[in-house]
């Protein structure tokens, strides 16, 4: 098997794919946590209650497991770069409309076609990096696509609060006569005409273009990543090998050989355990609810928000020892510290959380010592997601899967990821209402049990070439 080395490659070209690949990764964190701070606006703006409120907010994850599965099946027919730039251009509408929409069912509308960019650019950014990058450097390049989700996330939170002390408060008049929450939606319109622009500049995945025959392309696009035109015509037969000469990928490729109804293979339910298991640990309880959460505990808006620009830089922070570490030590010995240490961590939050008081109004009030504990249980809880499960999903996904079946599987485990983080973000308004303290045992209980499903089915990926992953 041809091992291409990081030592032979044309580092100057991967980096600029993977730069212009993870500015879906950004727009993916911006649209997610731009909603962190214009949950007091949607409310004024659309005469929302707790649900309506919940159920906007969420309507951007039903846009994200409808767009993760089907990214993945247009991707095996129209090629990966191609389906990026219709995210890009999908990313580009929902932002504007989302900004100047007056009409409740208009923005929905919006936020759905945001969120299907959203599902396309979280399970194809990773694919096109692994499709593209050395065996050896694999995990560190796929890494980066986590490191600017938080970007995109920290982003918004940091625009979300300047906009917001701008404008003295998010249900403000600002710029244009728009108030300020609506200009949170705005800026993103930015980042998405860059990334549209960008990917002209990048070439489709040559796996991608081996699967079509159009084996002259991918050897060319091989050589330039490769250096080497010897070892780009050996990789265009070796990817070759691990199709199936009588079709070409199909959606029916996920399921077991002699399976019936929904018996995927063994390597497709890994994928869904990790995909599922990422989002029932509750961190986006934390990227979308962030200002609502800490309101909860008792903190101004202002303070809130602070706190969320204090999470994105240590989220960020965290992915750098990722990237550090990734192709050393492996993904699954992340996976495993990472689950630890998100149990450990979310059992101090339930305690801080059992541990306060109500106000006249019903509010959680914290005192000084136990706010405290909250807060470094909170950031302490975020590090170890962003050292382990928050990117090492995101790379095993992108692959864990063997050619034939990579687009089809990634679009099942996508679209049960953000089936997961809808339910989990949908869920959260009326939890929080009934207890605190109970919303956060359950994500505790789920870390502490992906710890143990991690141990039993997740196989070490360190290293191996795609063509050698096996279902």
Not at 37 to 47: I, K, M, P, S, V
Not at 205 to 224: C, I, M, N, T
Not at 290 to 307: D, H, I, M, Q
Not at 388 to 409: D, H, K, T, Y
Request: aromatic share 12%; charged share 10%.
């Amino acid at each position: 098997m041809t091992e291409p080395s990081a030592a032979r490659a044309n580092m100057g070209f991967i980096a600029a794919i993977v730069a212009v690949a993870t500015i879906g990764g950004f727009l993916f964190g911006y649209d997610s946590g731009a909603v962190n701070g214009t949950q007091e606006g949607l409310t004024q703006a659309f005469h929302l209650s707790e649900g309506g409120l919940g159920f906007t907010v969420g309507s951007l994850l039903i846009g994200c497991f409808i767009g993760a599965f089907l990214a993945g099946r247009l991707a095996d027919l129209f090629g990966r770069r191609n389906v990026m730039m219709l995210a890009a251009l999908l990313f580009l509408i929902g932002a504007v409309v989302q900004g100047i929409s007056h009409d409740h069912a208009v923005f929905l509308v919006a936020r759905l076609c945001g969120g299907m960019a959203v599902g396309a650019a979280s399970v194809l950014s990773p694919a096109y990096i692994s499709e593209v990058a050395p065996a050896n450097i694999r995990g560190r390049m796929t890494t980066i696509q986590q490191i600017m989700i938080i970007t995109g996330l920290t982003g918004a939170f940091v625009v979300n609060y300047f906009l917001q002390q701008a404008a003295g408060k998010s249900t403000a008049l600002f710029w244009g006569g728009y108030e300020a929450w609506r200009w949170m939606y705005l800026m993103q319109a930015i980042p998405a005409a860059i990334f549209l622009l960008a990917l002209f500049m990048i070439p489709e995945s040559p796996r991608y273009l081996v699967v079509k025959g159009r084996d002259a392309e991918a050897q060319g696009v091989l050589a330039r990543l490769f250096g080497n035109a010897d070892v780009a015509s050996t990789k265009v037969q070796e990817i070759r090998a691990t199709l199936a000469e009588d079709h070409r990928p199909r959606l029916s490729d996920v399921m077991a050989k002699g399976g019936h109804g929904f018996i995927f293979r063994p390597i497709v339910w890994a994928g869904i355990l990790l995909a599922v298991f990422q989002q029932l640990v509750g961190i986006n309880v934390i990227f979308y609810y962030g200002e609502t959460l800490w309101k909860l505990a008792g903190v101004s808006e202002s303070a809130a928000l602070e706190r969320n620009i204090v999470s994105g830089l240590v989220s960020i922070a965290a992915c750098f020892v990722t990237i550090a570490v990734i192709d050393r030590i492996g993904r699954k010995p992340l996976l495993l510290i990472g689950s630890a240490g998100m149990a450990a961590t979310l059992f101090a939050m339930v305690y801080a959380f059992a541990n306060g008081t109500l106000d006249a109004t019903g509010n959680l009030q914290l005192s000084a010592s136990i706010g405290m504990i909250a807060l470094v249980a909170a950031n302490l809880y975020v590090i170890f997601f962003n050292v382990s499960w928050g990117p090492v999903m995101w790379v095993m996904l992108g692959e864990m899967f063997p050619n034939q079946i990579r687009g089809s599987a990634l679009a099942v485990a996508g679209f049960a990821q953000w089936f997961a983080n809808y339910l989990i973000a949908q869920s959260f308004p009326i939890m929080s209402k009934w207890s605190l303290a109970g919303s956060y045992v359950f994500y505790a209980v789920s870390a502490l049990i992906s710890f143990f499903l991690v141990q039993k089915f997740i196989h070490e990926t360190k290293g191996k070439e795609l063509e050698e992953m096996r279902g």
